[in-house]
């Protein structure tokens, strides 16, 4: 769980974008990813379960 920044590290190099889903699988944010370590900030979405994309990779996150 979050409330805030999400920090990403050792990403794959052909890593290059990021994508938010929402629990409904409608896209909410998209971003560009340049190098290996990167964090992101989702202090502005509501409270819920969202899924994030890098590349092929799938996560579950929770915002409390």
Known sequence: PTTGIIFFS???????DLRIFN?????ILKTKVSN??????ISSLKKGTYF???KNQTE???KL
């Open 23 to 27: 629990m409904s699988g409608i896209e």
């Open 52 to 54: 994030i994309e890098l």
């Open 10 to 16: 050792n990403l794959p190099e052909e890593t290059n």
């Open 36 to 41: 290996h370590t990167t964090s992101f900030d």
């Open 60 to 62: 579950k996150i929770i």
